[in-house]
């Protein structure tokens, strides 16, 4: 196994390894006969130019470690820019250029998912585009605004919709109104959703703005927004239809959405699930299914339900700071010991580190969206749909990455 070098490589050449093994390093001597004229960019013009010259290079043991050791991690390095063994391409290296549309407010998976992409940003990962809400009520804008701020991007644009849609408030964005001394415990400067900017405008914006072929969207709430962007009229913002400037600047859509097998309870025979993301408007969940221009990935109920989320990170991982609004919506969502399945966080990871093997992904096909809400997935050849899957093996790793990036911490 090779190490790094070691103080012995500071010891004169010829010395006795210190290790005491068996193996003794000797100076190795190479010979090399070069024609001089390949160094005659270098000879002065009196130096003759027909002779050879023997080179010799000694080389001390140290030297010859640090070789090995340069040789190998430039393999490393080589390897590492390979993905099943294909060489990665720098494109693929850039950050995904992401837009997060959220029902967040209603269960909490949404604001962990959210917590999840600022530290992928952190790393260079992705970028937050935009946020826009499904959820209709006014305190899901500021409560988002502060999970930006703390994370150190609260100027990122947040997109609303008056749908109707889930109106109450639930049981943790009022967490962003709570003041200590008359300060915000999390500060954020976006009080109201009354004053935030249509989603369907926000996400034109975006879009609009952006290069071709470049956008990447995670929708882990209600198809709502994306229904409507698909129905938007050519304005100021873009000479587009919604289709089109779908179809021109997005990459990818990847939904929490559905259920792809039937879910088995504690008590019961498994039944056929109605996911609460498609029954909280179905409509606009057929519109994305049957209309959506671009390939769609689908991570379906029981993603999230195979990979529950930890508790105990929820108690340990976020105490580097005295109050913490990731920690405290869990809480006042489903306190510990509760593990809560991490279905929003499937759909944003498999996006933004699709090579990864966290997951792996059915061949192509089409989801359908029935009348009363639910969702069946069948392969053919030529479908824009591909869902999810997980392994046993998988759910160990997967699942810790889905920790680690949760909670970690602002830079
Ligand atoms: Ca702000
Ligand atoms: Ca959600």
Same mark, same amino acid.
């Given at each position: 196994m090779l190490s790094a070098p070691d103080s012995s490589d500071q010891r004169g050449a010829g010395e006795r390894n210190p290790s005491g093994s068996s193996l003794r390093l000797r100076s190795y001597r190479t010979t090399i006969t070069i024609k001089q004229s390949f160094f005659s960019f270098l000879r002065k013009p009196t130096q003759p130019s027909t002779t050879t010259m023997n080179l010799t290079l000694a080389i001390k043991p140290s030297l010859l470690r640090r070789l090995s050791v340069a040789f190998f991690l430039g393999m490393a390095f080589f390897l590492g820019t390979l993905e099943n063994g294909l060489p990665v391409s720098g494109a693929d290296l850039a950050p995904v250029k992401l837009i997060f549309d959220t029902d967040i407010g209603n269960d909490v998976d949404d604001v962990l998912a959210l917590g999840m992409i600022h530290a992928l940003q952190t790393r260079g990962e992705c970028e937050l585009l935009c946020v826009t809400i499904t959820k209709d009520n006014d305190q899901a804008a500021p409560f988002t605004d502060a999970v930006n701020t703390f994370y150190g991007r609260g100027n990122i644009p947040i997109g609303v919709c008056r749908s109707g849609v889930?109106?109450?408030?639930?049981?943790?964005?009022?967490?962003?109104?709570?003041?200590?001394?008359?300060?915000?415990?999390?500060?954020?400067?976006?009080?109201?959703?009354?004053?935030?900017?249509?989603?369907?405008?926000?996400?034109?914006?975006?879009?609009?703005?952006a290069s071709d072929n470049s956008i990447v969207i995670a929708q882990v709430g209600f198809s709502t927004n994306l229904a409507n962007l698909l129905r938007s009229e050519p304005d100021s913002i873009s000479d587009l239809g919604g289709i089109e400037l779908v179809k021109q600047k997005v990459k990818l859509l990847s939904m929490m959405a559905g259920a792809f097998q039937q879910i088995t309870r504690a008590s019961g025979p498994p039944y056929d699930h109605k996911e609460y993301n498609v029954i909280k408007d179905i409509a606009a969940a057929q519109r994305i299914a049957t209309q959506w221009p671009t390939p769609v990935l689908w991570s379906g109920f029981e993603i999230g339900l195979a990979l529950p989320y930890p508790h105990q990170s929820i108690e340990r991982d976020f105490r580097y700071v005295d109050h913490h609004l990731l920690s405290e919506a869990y =809480?006042?969502?489903?306190?510990?010991?509760?593990?809560?399945? #991490?279905?929003?966080?499937?759909?944003? @990871?498999?996006?933004?580190? /699709?090579?990864?093997?966290?997951?792996?992904?059915?061949?192509?096909?089409?989801?359908?969206?029935?009348?009363?809400?639910?969702?069946?997935?069948?392969?053919?050849?030529?479908?824009?749909?591909? =869902?999810?899957?997980?392994?046993?093996?998988?759910?160990?790793? #997967?699942?810790?990455?889905?920790?680690? @990036?949760?909670?970690?911490? /602002?830079?």
């Open positions: 889930t109106p109450d408030a639930g049981r943790f964005i009022p967490l962003a109104s709570i003041k200590d001394d008359d300060q915000y415990r999390y500060p954020h400067d976006l009080v109201s959703g009354k004053d935030a900017s249509d989603a369907v405008t926000v996400l034109r914006q975006t879009l609009a703005a =809480i006042a969502y489903n306190p510990p010991p509760h593990d809560r399945p #991490t279905w929003d966080l499937t759909s944003v @990871l498999q996006v933004i580190r /699709p090579t990864r093997g966290y997951f792996d992904l059915s061949l192509k096909g089409t989801v359908t969206v029935a009348d009363d809400g639910l969702t069946t997935f069948v392969q053919n050849g030529n479908g824009k749909h591909q =869902i999810l899957k997980i392994s046993e093996e998988q759910k160990a790793r #997967t699942t810790e990455a889905l920790m680690l @990036l949760s909670s970690q911490p /602002p830079k």
